[in-house]
């Protein structure tokens, strides 16, 4: 079971990402000992350490190696299973043996020979052909060779077909032409400028350029019209239709990019992430992010010029390109930035980022664990900053007033603990001393009663107290305070909702927090909580003034008959219309005919 494993163990499997991915082993001496792709990554390692799988030998062996996890975030299950495959070959780790059969994934192959072959292969030879690839699956890879199949009428057969051949006539056209699938090149038929004219659109289509080749269609597609050449124009035009159809890229890596470093950032006020990824042929074999804690207010540019240098050095790395996504400011001889704008090395940056983010979320996860309380004094702490106060904000309460033209009028009060709500410690009040609609008087008798009965009952004050309203209410509610001699010993702020305004006492101007801060949200969070609390209890205030309307006006029928009958009868207006016999069989005489006798009386 998990819990039978080191404390630092238990921890990664708790903390990665529910997001698809690869997943690496490290043994004792930092060896990659396995390597494995999920869909869920959380689900998937998590897995390897549950009881039922102890029974299991090779697995029993890997799980009792297991001493690091890490992993890669990816965009989709193709693209973790594309990663395995490089990261088994880099690294041949000892526990993937059924891997170990070097199995390829599937390219298309452009044959290097007059005429060239389209075709696919698991089997990529190096020298004297083009390779377009790794595809994920067959069927992906299917779906490209069917669409170029439609689009082109090319040779299929493995003939000889140089120049000299074809002119000695030593060829003649199979079944393939005469059903229209080939132009027969093999008996002169058609040209070589026509078929690489073919080739060069089939190449547009496995490099992923369809929005090139669809202009180069379409502009063809009018030239041909232009000269009335209707019945070239439509054949054109067949082709651009099914290349709109063919919506998704199909090329899953791109191997033009050959060996390429790809950096990201990320940073904050006391730290900076910078993610590298080595990307070989189009395929990821190595990732790694590096913390660097700030010493002084290095910029973003800084560090990761001083990240480049660190880990070009510490993984040897000589890629004379280099993918970032701000220009780090520094020169290496024969070396390339790129900034991205699209396409695939965007996509490689945009996956960078989205492990740098994925490493600092889970970093912040694996100190909730450690420590649950580091993140709750990291929130406070920034709230004390925010809100300009000498102590932490453990304590808080938040004040807002409900009441509808006057009537009902009560206020309600939330309580914050270390920045989480504490509902065993929420209050309502009832306005005892206002009549009509008075915020300012409410509050002021409200933040008046509260505190006055904490002094006297000894209870501890808070340190924040969180007023809904503007300089009206804040006003309101310090003069409160003055009178409790409180004033000056507990920081009040009050907040505007329409521009989210924070006031304190005696500043004619508000400040504003940024609307992305932790503080803010906490201050939001307690607002709408007392709305909705206040709002709850108005609510049933108001529903209570109407059932007691008339029911319980009648003298010598109590708060139990009355909701004996609305229970029965369900409403004032059906209990109006019963006759004395139905009124008796449920109450008894007695008070069934001071019932009657009261809605008889009082209708006559």
Same mark, same amino acid.
């Given at each position: 079971?998990?819990?039978?494993?080191?404390?630092?163990?238990?921890?990664?499997?708790?903390?990665?990402?529910?997001?698809?991915?690869?997943?690496?082993?490290?043994?004792? =001496?930092?060896?990659?000992?396995?390597?494995?792709?999920?869909?869920?990554?959380?689900?998937?390692?998590?897995?390897?350490?549950?009881?039922?799988?102890?029974?299991?030998?090779?697995?029993?062996?890997?799980?009792?190696?297991?001493?690091?996890?890490?992993?890669?975030?990816?965009?989709?299950?193709?693209?973790?299973?594309?990663?395995?495959?490089?990261?088994?070959?880099?690294?041949?780790?000892?526990?993937?043996?059924?891997?170990?059969?070097?199995?390829?994934?599937?390219?298309?192959?452009?044959?290097?020979?007059?005429?060239?072959?389209?075709?696919?292969?698991?089997?990529?030879?190096?020298?004297?052909?083009?390779?377009?690839?790794?595809?994920?699956?067959?069927?992906?890879?299917?779906?490209?060779?069917?669409?170029?199949?439609?689009?082109?009428?090319?040779?299929?057969?493995?003939?000889?077909?140089?120049?000299?051949?074809?002119?000695?006539?030593?060829?003649?056209?199979?079944?393939?032409?005469?059903?229209?699938?080939?132009?027969?090149?093999?008996?002169?038929?058609?040209?070589?400028?026509?078929?690489?004219?073919?080739?060069?659109?089939?190449?547009?289509?496995? #490099?992923?350029?369809?929005?090139?080749?669809?202009?180069?269609?379409?502009?063809?597609?009018?030239?041909?019209?232009?000269?009335?050449?209707? =019945?070239?124009?439509?054949?054109? #035009?067949?082709?651009?239709?099914?290349?709109?159809?063919?919506?998704?890229?199909?090329?899953?890596?791109?191997?033009?990019?050959?060996?390429?470093?790809?950096?990201?950032?990320?940073?904050?006020?006391?730290?900076?992430?910078?993610?590298?990824?080595?990307?070989?042929?189009?395929?990821?074999?190595?990732?790694?992010?590096?913390?660097?804690?700030?010493?002084?207010?290095?910029?973003?540019?800084?560090?990761?010029?001083?990240?480049?240098?660190?880990?070009?050095?510490?993984?040897?790395?000589?890629?004379?390109?280099?993918?970032?996504?701000?220009?780090?400011?520094?020169?290496?001889?024969?070396?390339?930035?790129?900034?991205?704008?699209?396409?695939?090395?965007?996509?490689?940056?945009?996956?960078?980022?989205?492990?740098? #983010?994925?490493?600092?979320?889970?970093?912040?996860?694996?100190?909730?664990?450690?420590?649950?309380?580091?993140?709750? #004094?990291?929130?406070?702490?920034?709230?004390?900053?925010?809100?300009?106060?000498?102590?932490?904000?453990?304590?808080?309460?938040?004040?807002?007033?409900?009441?509808?033209?006057?009537?009902?009028?009560?206020?309600?009060?939330?309580?914050?603990?270390?920045?989480?709500?504490?509902?065993?410690?929420?209050?309502?009040?009832?306005?005892?001393?206002?009549?009509?609609?008075?915020?300012?008087?409410?509050?002021?008798?409200?933040?008046?009663?509260?505190?006055?009965?904490?002094?006297?009952?000894?209870?501890?004050?808070?340190?924040?107290?969180?007023?809904? &309203?503007?300089?009206?209410?804040?006003?309101?509610?310090?003069?409160?305070?003055?009178?409790? &001699? *409180?004033?000056?010993?507990?920081?009040?702020?009050?907040?505007?909702?329409? *521009?989210?305004?924070?006031?304190?006492? &005696?500043?004619?101007?508000?400040?504003?927090?940024?609307?992305?801060?932790?503080?803010?949200?906490?201050?939001?969070?307690?607002?709408?909580?007392?709305?909705?609390?206040?709002?709850?209890?108005?609510?049933?205030?108001?529903?209570?003034?109407?059932?007691?309307?008339?029911?319980?006006?009648?003298? &010598?029928?109590?708060?139990?008959?009355?909701?004996?009958?609305?229970?029965?009868?369900?409403?004032?207006?059906?209990?109006?219309?019963?006759?004395?016999?139905?009124?008796?069989?449920?109450?008894?005489?007695?008070?069934?005919?001071?019932?009657?006798?009261?809605?008889?009386?009082?209708?006559?």
């Amino acid at each position: 079971m998990l819990s039978d494993f080191p404390e630092h163990i238990q921890t990664q499997v708790k903390t990665l990402p529910e997001e698809p991915g690869v997943y690496q082993f490290f043994d004792r =001496e930092g060896k990659i000992i396995y390597v494995g792709k999920a869909k869920v990554l959380k689900n998937r390692v998590s897995s390897y350490f549950a009881l039922d799988h102890s029974a299991w030998g090779k697995t029993r062996m890997l799980v009792k190696n297991i001493c690091d996890i890490r992993y890669i975030v990816v965009n989709t299950e193709l693209e973790a299973l594309l990663l395995e495959n490089s990261l088994i070959k880099k690294y041949q780790p000892k526990y993937n043996i059924s891997l170990k059969d070097d199995k390829t994934y599937p390219h298309i192959v452009v044959k290097n020979e007059p005429f060239p072959r389209v075709f696919a292969s698991r089997q990529p030879e190096e020298h004297s052909t083009e390779y377009y690839g790794p595809f994920a699956s067959a069927g992906a890879m299917h779906n490209v060779l069917a669409l170029i199949k439609q689009l082109f009428k090319l040779r299929s057969c493995n003939l000889n077909l140089t120049e000299e051949n074809i002119s000695k006539g030593k060829f003649s056209y199979c079944l393939e032409y005469q059903i229209g699938n080939c132009k027969a090149p093999c008996v002169g038929k058609q040209s070589f400028e026509d078929y690489e004219e073919s080739m060069t659109q089939i190449r547009q289509i496995l #490099k992923g350029n369809l929005n090139e080749l669809n202009i180069f269609l379409r502009n063809k597609m009018n030239e041909y019209a232009a000269k009335y050449d209707f =019945e070239s124009a439509q054949e054109i #035009k067949q082709k651009y239709d099914l290349l709109e159809k063919f919506q998704s890229k199909s090329v899953v890596v791109n191997r033009d990019i050959k060996d390429t470093d790809v950096y990201s950032i990320e940073s904050d006020e006391d730290f900076a992430y910078i993610n590298y990824m080595k990307v070989m042929d189009g395929a990821i074999i190595q990732a790694y992010t590096l913390e660097m804690k700030k010493k002084l207010e290095e910029t973003d540019a800084e560090l990761l010029a001083l990240a480049i240098t660190e880990l070009r050095e510490k993984y040897r790395s000589r890629s004379k390109e280099i993918i970032v996504p701000i220009d780090p400011e520094i020169e290496i001889p024969q070396v390339k930035f790129v900034i991205p704008k699209l396409g695939d090395k965007k996509k490689l940056l945009e996956l960078s980022q989205t492990n740098t #983010k994925f490493y600092i979320k889970d970093k912040l996860k694996q100190l909730l664990v450690k420590d649950p309380e580091r993140h709750t #004094k990291r929130i406070l702490e920034q709230m004390m900053k925010d809100l300009r106060m000498n102590v932490l904000p453990q304590h808080i309460e938040c004040f807002d007033n409900s009441n509808f033209q006057g009537a009902f009028p009560v206020s309600a009060m939330v309580c914050f603990k270390d920045a989480k709500p504490s509902k065993k410690d929420y209050r309502h009040y009832n306005i005892k001393t206002v009549s009509g609609p008075n915020d300012f008087a409410s509050m002021e008798e409200v933040i008046y009663r509260r505190y006055k009965r904490l002094q006297e009952e000894g209870e501890d004050l808070p340190q924040l107290i969180v007023i809904d &309203g503007g300089k009206g209410q804040l006003g309101a509610a310090l003069k409160s305070l003055e009178l409790l &001699g *409180l004033r000056g010993k507990i920081t009040v702020i009050g907040i505007a909702k329409k *521009l989210e305004e924070i006031f304190y006492p &005696g500043d004619t101007l508000p400040m504003y927090i940024d609307k992305r801060s932790e503080t803010l949200k906490v201050i939001q969070h307690m607002r709408n909580e007392a709305h909705r609390f206040g709002i709850t209890h108005y609510r049933s205030r108001h529903e209570k003034s109407l059932i007691k309307s008339e029911l319980d006006d009648i003298k &010598g029928i109590g708060p139990h008959t009355v909701k004996q009958l609305l229970k029965k009868f369900g409403s004032v207006k059906k209990i109006k219309t019963l006759n004395l016999e139905t009124l008796t069989a449920e109450l008894g005489r007695s008070k069934a005919q001071i019932i009657h006798r009261f809605y008889h009386e009082k209708n006559t």
